[in-house]
Nanobody, 124 residues
Framework: QVHLVESGGGLVQAGGSLRLSCVASGRTLNIYAMGWFRQAPGKEREFVAGISWSSANTFHGDSVKGRFTIHRDNAAKTVWLQMNSLKPEDTAVYYC?????????????????WGQGTQVTVSS
Protein backbone atom coordinates (compact mmCIF):
# COMPACT_ATOMS: atom_id res chain seq x y z
CA GLN A 1 0.00 0.00 0.00
CA VAL A 2 1.02 3.63 -0.53
CA HIS A 3 0.74 6.02 2.38
CA LEU A 4 0.79 9.79 2.12
CA VAL A 5 1.17 11.97 5.20
CA GLU A 6 0.68 15.73 5.09
CA SER A 7 2.01 18.23 7.59
CA GLY A 8 2.55 21.97 7.92
CA GLY A 9 -0.98 23.23 8.25
CA GLY A 10 -2.06 25.70 10.89
CA LEU A 11 -3.45 29.14 11.57
CA VAL A 12 -2.00 32.12 9.72
CA GLN A 13 -2.95 35.75 9.15
CA ALA A 14 -4.08 36.93 5.73
CA GLY A 15 -1.06 37.81 3.62
CA GLY A 16 1.11 35.27 5.39
CA SER A 17 2.75 32.08 4.17
CA LEU A 18 2.74 28.38 4.93
CA ARG A 19 4.54 25.42 3.43
CA LEU A 20 2.77 22.08 3.39
CA SER A 21 4.74 18.85 3.13
CA CYS A 22 3.66 15.40 1.98
CA VAL A 23 5.85 12.35 2.54
CA ALA A 24 5.15 9.11 0.68
CA SER A 25 5.93 5.66 2.00
CA GLY A 26 5.17 2.06 1.11
CA ARG A 27 5.00 0.88 -2.50
CA THR A 28 5.92 4.16 -4.20
CA LEU A 29 7.75 2.80 -7.27
CA ASN A 30 4.82 3.31 -9.65
CA ILE A 31 3.80 6.76 -8.42
CA TYR A 32 4.26 9.38 -11.14
CA ALA A 33 2.21 12.56 -11.00
CA MET A 34 1.29 14.04 -7.63
CA GLY A 35 -0.98 16.84 -6.60
CA TRP A 36 -2.64 18.88 -3.91
CA PHE A 37 -6.37 19.32 -3.44
CA ARG A 38 -8.35 21.25 -0.87
CA GLN A 39 -11.85 21.01 0.54
CA ALA A 40 -13.71 23.66 2.51
CA PRO A 41 -16.85 22.85 4.53
CA GLY A 42 -19.85 22.30 2.27
CA LYS A 43 -17.76 22.45 -0.91
CA GLU A 44 -16.40 19.93 -3.38
CA ARG A 45 -12.78 18.92 -3.27
CA GLU A 46 -10.88 21.39 -5.45
CA PHE A 47 -7.69 20.90 -7.46
CA VAL A 48 -4.89 23.16 -6.27
CA ALA A 49 -1.69 22.06 -8.02
CA GLY A 50 -0.08 19.09 -9.76
CA ILE A 51 3.44 18.06 -10.68
CA SER A 52 4.98 15.42 -12.95
CA TRP A 53 7.54 12.87 -11.78
CA SER A 54 10.51 14.81 -13.17
CA SER A 55 9.14 18.21 -12.05
CA ALA A 56 9.35 19.31 -15.69
CA ASN A 57 5.61 19.95 -15.75
CA THR A 58 3.51 21.73 -13.17
CA PHE A 59 -0.02 23.04 -13.24
CA HIS A 60 -1.74 25.31 -10.75
CA GLY A 61 -5.42 26.04 -10.36
CA ASP A 62 -6.62 29.48 -11.38
CA SER A 63 -7.54 30.45 -7.83
CA VAL A 64 -3.98 29.96 -6.56
CA LYS A 65 -1.87 30.71 -9.63
CA GLY A 66 0.90 33.16 -8.83
CA ARG A 67 0.55 32.58 -5.08
CA PHE A 68 1.12 28.85 -4.58
CA THR A 69 3.96 26.71 -5.94
CA ILE A 70 4.24 22.92 -6.00
CA HIS A 71 7.60 21.15 -6.04
CA ARG A 72 8.97 17.70 -5.21
CA ASP A 73 12.10 15.77 -4.29
CA ASN A 74 11.86 12.16 -5.41
CA ALA A 75 14.89 11.06 -3.39
CA ALA A 76 13.12 12.29 -0.27
CA LYS A 77 9.74 11.02 -1.52
CA THR A 78 8.34 14.42 -0.64
CA VAL A 79 6.15 16.97 -2.35
CA TRP A 80 5.66 20.50 -1.01
CA LEU A 81 3.09 23.21 -1.52
CA GLN A 82 4.48 26.68 -0.84
CA MET A 83 1.58 29.01 -0.12
CA ASN A 84 2.17 32.77 -0.17
CA SER A 85 -0.16 35.77 0.06
CA LEU A 86 -2.77 33.63 1.79
CA LYS A 87 -6.39 34.74 1.77
CA PRO A 88 -9.29 33.77 4.05
CA GLU A 89 -10.86 31.91 1.13
CA ASP A 90 -7.85 29.59 1.13
CA THR A 91 -9.12 28.12 4.40
CA ALA A 92 -9.68 24.40 3.86
CA VAL A 93 -8.39 20.93 4.57
CA TYR A 94 -5.52 20.31 2.17
CA TYR A 95 -4.94 16.81 0.80
CA CYS A 96 -1.92 15.30 -0.90
CA UNK A 97 -2.67 12.87 -3.74
CA UNK A 98 -0.70 10.50 -5.98
CA UNK A 99 -1.36 8.58 -9.18
CA UNK A 100 0.35 6.13 -11.54
CA UNK A 101 -0.89 8.20 -14.48
CA UNK A 102 1.77 9.94 -16.53
CA UNK A 103 -0.21 13.14 -16.93
CA UNK A 104 -1.25 15.58 -14.23
CA UNK A 105 -4.87 15.08 -13.26
CA UNK A 106 -7.14 17.89 -12.12
CA UNK A 107 -10.10 15.91 -10.75
CA UNK A 108 -10.40 13.64 -7.75
CA UNK A 109 -11.07 10.39 -9.62
CA UNK A 110 -7.78 10.66 -11.52
CA UNK A 111 -5.83 9.96 -8.32
CA UNK A 112 -5.28 6.63 -6.59
CA UNK A 113 -3.86 7.52 -3.18
CA TRP A 114 -4.70 10.21 -0.66
CA GLY A 115 -3.31 11.56 2.57
CA GLN A 116 -5.34 12.25 5.68
CA GLY A 117 -5.42 16.01 5.15
CA THR A 118 -4.05 18.96 7.06
CA GLN A 119 -6.09 21.98 8.14
CA VAL A 120 -5.15 25.44 6.90
CA THR A 121 -6.99 28.38 8.45
CA VAL A 122 -6.39 31.94 7.26
CA SER A 123 -7.74 34.74 9.43
CA SER A 124 -8.59 38.22 8.17
Amino acid sequence: QVHLVESGGGLVQAGGSLRLSCVASGRTLNIYAMGWFRQAPGKEREFVAGISWSSANTFHGDSVKGRFTIHRDNAAKTVWLQMNSLKPEDTAVYYCAATDRLEIGTVVNQYDYWGQGTQVTVSS
